[in-house]
């Protein structure tokens, strides 16, 4: 025997690297809904669409991911031939600042874009964290008036209730890096470069509130954490009486805006660039009021943080405040779904002088899945094509013209492709979740009619027959027709199936 024919093939093991997910069909068509409405929404505002690459120099996209212990600092890089770094894109922000500073000659400013597209981190991955993912951004660059930033707040809380989410099951809320920097500097964080990793630190254990709890943060304001799989996370190193003054900034909050900013205002008195940001939260909050958004819809909470370092103002977070329950039957509570700020200093990085801008991200995968565990876009259905059989190989030419005809009068139909026999092809096509078959032998051909078969209409019909018999009786599912009247009975059915 060949010792080489006897060895196993050195086959490649088919795996997804972590943190990765394919996507298919429902989800799929859900997605596809959901940004439809967004754009919709979107477009309401006078925002208009842009497309940018995957692809960026790293100089141009900048480091403001706050993974700095991750590899690369949180992005996918590789070198060009010419040996300049590329980098997958981590958001649609840092992008669009290089594009507006292309083209600042040419822009209406303000100037207001939205964008959807797929996004990479090269983070931890964890539940629901992903290292590829969908977002769906809005923007106004060019303009410094907090009425943009109020603007923004209205736009998430329009969009999730265009998805049908009501009011209680959603809240926007809103702080100002500004009132932070304030903390910061009375906590005696130094400012600039010399402070920059410490008041990164810190903001990034303020962002954690949520996920880890008062203990978690306190313990990443001091020496450090041990999470649950041994990975130790270095803290920001703050002294006691420091992280309770931290700690007790996260918890002003409150249901009632004017209220909060007033606390706020106690909070960072004496710290002219904090009494600046609670002046700049009274600015959206009387937009806000002004235009019919209450405390039901729009918050001011001091524990929305945002993990990017580019943000220089206002930020906010569109959080999902139902709990569903997932297919394991346990509770699931979403949280964020999107968020952003105002970002007035990525432009000037191009150009050298102030261009303020503002806006907020969806991220279109979790909120799909939201919507889908609250029983939202359900309705979404994933339909394929209209399937014709192939019965006689002979006459192949004959069928697709038959499926040209349907393509011709807008109808998504293909050929079958395959060797099966017509069980083969009915079990194909049900997989494929084709709502109609079109059946066309001999007998059909000598009588100038074909057969079309309602697959949904047929599954629900097999679930209530009881016997053979009654079987053979039923033909409510199947129907024929005259040749000629194809594309017109097929019509008739996809639109009396159409929910």
């Not at 925002?47 to 403001?64: R, Y």
């Not at 194909?428 to 078969?453: N, Q, S, W």
Request: glycine letters at 12%; charged letters at 25%.
């Amino acid at each position: 025997m060949n010792d080489q024919a006897s060895r196993p093939l050195d086959r490649p093991k088919a795996r997804l690297p972590r943190g990765f997910q394919d996507s298919a069909g429902k989800m799929l068509a859900i997605q596809e809904q959901l940004v439809g409405k967004l754009a919709e929404v979107y477009s309401s505002y006078g925002f208009e669409w842009l497309t940018t690459p995957s692809i960026e120099f790293a100089d141009a996209l900048g480091k403001f991911l706050p993974d700095l212990d991750r590899p690369h600092e949180g992005v996918f890089s590789f070198q060009d031939d010419d040996g300049q770094w590329l980098v997958l894109r981590y958001d649609l922000t840092a992008p669009l600042a290089r594009y507006v500073a292309e083209h600042y000659d040419t822009l209406p400013f303000p100037y207001r874009r939205f964008q959807t597209g797929l996004v990479f981190r090269d983070e931890k991955p964890g539940p629901g964290r992903y290292r590829e993912f969908v977002q769906f951004d809005a923007d106004t660059v060019g303009t410094a008036s907090m009425a943009a930033d109020a603007e923004f707040c209205m736009l998430a809380a329009d969009s999730l209730e265009a998805l049908g989410l009501a009011r209680g099951d959603y809240l926007v809320k809103i702080n100002n890096r500004k009132v932070l920097n304030g903390v910061l500097e009375l906590i005696g964080v130094p400012e600039g470069a010399a402070g920059d990793a410490l008041r990164l630190a810190v903001l990034r254990a303020m962002d954690k509130l949520e996920r880890l709890g008062v203990g978690g943060v306190a313990q990443l304001l001091g020496a450090g954490r041990k999470d649950e799989s041994g990975d130790f996370t270095k803290g920001a190193g703050l002294a006691s009486k420091d992280i309770d003054r931290v700690l007790g900034f996260l918890h002003a909050g409150g249901a009632d805006r004017g209220a909060v900013c007033a606390a706020l205002a106690d909070l960072v008195k004496g710290s002219e660039i904090g009494e600046q940001g609670t002046v700049e939260l009274l600015e959206i909050d009387a937009g806000l009021s002004a235009a019919g958004f209450g405390q039901d819809r729009a918050r001011i909470d001091p524990a929305i943080v945002r993990g990017l370092a580019y943000y220089t103002g206002p930020v906010f977070e569109a959080e999902l405040t139902f709990e569903t329950k997932g297919e394991d039957g346990r509770p699931i509570r979403f949280g964020s779904v999107g968020g952003g700020g105002r970002y007035d200093n990525l432009v000037e990085r191009f150009l050298g002088r102030k261009v303020p801008a503002t806006g907020v991200s969806i991220g279109v995968s979790r909120l799909a899945a939201a919507l889908e565990l609250r029983g939202l876009l359900s309705d979404v259905a994933h339909v394929g094509p209209v399937v014709v059989l192939v019965l006689d190989r002979d006459r192949l030419p004959h069928y697709q013209a038959m499926v040209g005809e349907l393509r011709a009068g807008g109808i998504r139909a293909e050929l079958y492709l395959g060797q099966g026999g017509m069980r083969a092809q009915l079990k194909y096509a049900d997989k494929r979740a084709a709502p109609i078959v079109v059946i066309e032998g001999g007998d059909e051909r000598a009588k100038g009619e074909v057969t079309l078969k309602d697959m949904a209409l047929g599954a629900e019909l097999s679930s209530e027959i009881k016997s053979r018999a009654e079987w053979a009786k039923g033909s409510a599912s199947q129907v024929s027709i005259k040749r000629e009247e194809l594309t017109r009975r097929v019509h008739e059915i996809l639109t009396r199936r159409r929910p």
